[in-house]
């Protein structure tokens, strides 16, 4: 049943548009970040990282942009695809802080046909 | 195919019960984590474990109790006296490379309610 996000902040794109998904983040020492994607039901399902030593990391159709300055993390997805439609959350954490995550809320994707 | 197991997918508790979850991974990592998560809110950590036989807290450990007897398994018992215990369970598993966080691979859930 749903489990993720009932009151999430949600975005809604055109099918084959690009969409770009935003995390602020609170801790100025973070110096690793992830994104996450979590169909309803299902556990997160890891999309991309980024180290603090880097600004930009693109995989397939997915690019992570990282500013350290204002502490701000985004997610854009090219050519967004129905199977896109999920919530996506970003994660970050700290050296020597033992592998502890902090986890933002997420927001939801919608893609529209 | 190498991945992390949890079961029951759902799972039904009665008032005064403990319950347990099952997460098992073949990944060969040495850390293990149970997440909680409620509906618009981030993951927040039960409890984790980066090696066999020791486990540490994390920010919502009152109720639920652990234990780590094999690298594989990492199973959550959520305790009569978590008394709001329905929520979506998440438990991961990652490498510990020392010097460098890794990523965490989470398995599918498990949907725990109160009857």
């Known amino acids: 049943g749903e489990s993720v996000g009932l009151h999430l902040p949600t975005l809604s794109v055109q099918e084959g548009d690009n969409s770009i998904i935003n995390c602020a983040y609170s801790?100025?020492?973070?110096?690793?970040f992830i994104w996450y994607k979590q169909e309803s039901g299902k556990g997160p399902q890891f999309i991309i990282d980024?180290?603090?030593?880097?600004d930009k990391r693109q995989g397939q159709r997915v690019t992570v942009l990282l500013n350290k300055t204002v502490k701000h993390l985004s997610l854009q997805i090219a050519a967004t695809q129905p199977g896109d439609s999920a919530v996506y959350f970003c994660?970050?954490?700290?050296?020597?802080?033992?592998?502890?995550?902090?986890f933002g809320p997420g927001t939801r994707l919608s893609v529209l046909p | 195919d190498g991945g992390i197991t949890q079961s029951p997918k759902y799972l039904f508790r009665k008032e005064g019960q403990n319950v347990t979850l099952s997460c098992e991974q073949n990944?060969?990592?040495?850390?293990m984590y149970w997440y909680r998560q409620d509906p618009g809110q981030g993951l927040r950590l039960i409890y984790y474990?980066?090696?066999?036989?020791?486990?540490q807290k994390g920010d919502i450990a009152e109720g639920y109790s652990v234990s780590r007897e094999k690298k594989e398994s990492f199973p959550l018992t959520v305790t009569s006296a978590q008394k709001n215990p329905t929520a979506f369970y998440l438990c991961?598993?990652?490498?510990?490379?020392?010097?460098?966080?890794?990523?965490?691979?989470f398995g599918s859930g498990t949907q725990l309610s109160v009857l």
């Open positions: 991961a598993s990652s490498l510990i490379t020392g010097r460098y966080n890794e990523k965490l691979f």
């Open positions: 801790n100025s020492a973070s110096d690793y």
């Open positions: 980024i180290r603090s030593n880097m």
């Open positions: 994660a970050e954490t700290r050296e020597n802080y033992g592998q502890n995550f902090v």
């Open positions: 990944l060969n990592h040495d850390a």
């Open positions: 474990s980066q090696i066999v036989n020791d486990f």
